[in-house]
């Protein structure tokens, strides 16, 4: 009974026992010559978490490369060279694979991007959306495919940052993502002041401006309406006194619509300038004899 009870446990524990980083490359490079070129990513990734060597990420380059992902074959194949050692050299195909990533790219649906992280110097990571989210390298210039992509940019004490870009041709591409830290963005938001390489808008201060001039024009017609009122009261010509009364009409309505147009945008600059949330929703309902103006803000 002991030692069957002994087999028991041998069984069972057997199942949890966890491949070594030999056991996982040798399971990448079967899969690999079966063309099952996803798996045999994942099994090299596997073995380089147990164990990070140059030969591991020049297999997960191969991998890409037989595949035809040539922007994440260039990745994994600086991977490796930056890795190489006197006792983890580089394979001797690895020169060949450089040649023909380099034509492959020059031919494909692919533009070169050259991303940088802001301010210089920090160890940053990139990721690119269309990419494996496990797949972080360093900025750097690569190729991406042709469509939408979401640069992610994050470093230790720095507030993660992105930036979209859209690649439609062979154009090649530089973006610089700005990294802060918390505290800087604090003060900014608390000063209103702006990253550097972002002028504040000018958008507030002319509507104000517009909206002051506006409501000047609407003090105008307003005078001209005056007249007009004293013109109707002192007339006894019929015909004068409908001439008069167009006039009245015209511009009671004309100042009625310069004034809400004047108070709603000095209202929209002075409450845009005031906040940094979302900007005011600005209503006119015109009414028989008038007009409402609605104000909508959040913050």
Partial sequence: MRWIAVVATVCIAAPARADTAEQLQ????????????????????????????????????LAYLRGEAWPQAEIFLARCHARATAEDPLPDWVPEAEKLIAQKVATARVAEVDIAVDPPGIDAKVQVSTFPQDEAFEPRKIHLPFG?????????????????????????????????????????????????????????RDLMIAGAITFGAGLVSYGVMGLSWYELDSTKSSSTYRSYSTSYDVSKYATIGLWTAGVGMFVTGYLLHRSHDEAPIVSITPRAGGGVLSLEWSR
């Fill in 26 to 61: 040798a399971k990448g490079e079967q899969l690999a010559k079966l063309a099952r070129y996803p798996e045999a990513i994942a099994a090299f990734k596997q073995a380089d978490a147990i164990e990070p060597r140059a030969s591991h990420a020049c297999l997960i380059a």
């Fill in 148 to 204: 939408h992509h979401t640069i992610v940019a994050s470093a230790n004490g720095y507030i993660t940052g992105q930036q979209d870009i859209d690649i439609t041709d062979a154009t090649p591409q530089r973006i610089a993502i700005v990294l802060h830290r918390p505290a800087e963005v604090v003060t900014v938001q608390k000063e209103g002041t702006h990253p550097a390489g972002h002028a504040p808008s000018r958008l507030p």
